[in-house]
């Protein structure tokens, strides 16, 4: 059975910083995309941050640019999400999540374009 298992959430200060980890069981990263998800109380789960498996660019929005780093450790079938220079507007439970075919259809984005989700891990960031 495929499972997505999110740690590394927590309670830090605005400008701290935090790593999140993705431990994949039941499938290989390196033959999916892997991605980040966030949702806020009483709002819509959003993408945060996606990587191909085919080692291109990563891709994030707009508002983690410049703070938020997605990585891979093949070794470890883990996927990560460095945080830096939190906000309290990062306050969020956040999800892991693979697609087997963003990396085609270059969706990254959509919430539709993955196949498995973990069930999250929440960040709190305190002014």
């Known amino acids: 059975q495929v499972q997505l298992v999110e740690s590394g959430g927590g309670l830090v200060q605005a400008g701290g910083s935090l790593r999140l980890s993705c431990a994949a069981s039941?499938?290989?990263?390196?033959?999916?995309?892997m991605a980040w998800f966030r949702q806020a109380p009483g709002k819509e789960r959003e993408f945060v941050a996606a990587?191909?498996?085919?080692?291109?660019?990563?891709y994030y929005v707009d508002s983690v640019k410049g703070r938020f780093t997605i990585s891979r450790d093949g070794a470890y079938n883990t996927v990560y999400l460095q945080m830096i220079g939190l906000k309290p507007e990062d306050t969020a439970v956040y999800y892991c999540?693979?697609?087997?075919?963003?990396?085609?259809?270059?969706?990254?984005?959509?919430?539709?374009?993955?196949?498995?989700w973990g069930q999250g891990t929440q960040v709190t960031v305190s002014s």
């Open positions: 999540a693979a697609s087997q075919y963003a990396g085609y259809t270059r969706i990254y984005g959509a919430r539709s374009s993955y196949d498995y």
């Open positions: 039941g499938l290989t990263i390196s033959s999916y995309t």
């Open positions: 990587v191909r498996w085919s080692g291109g660019n990563p």
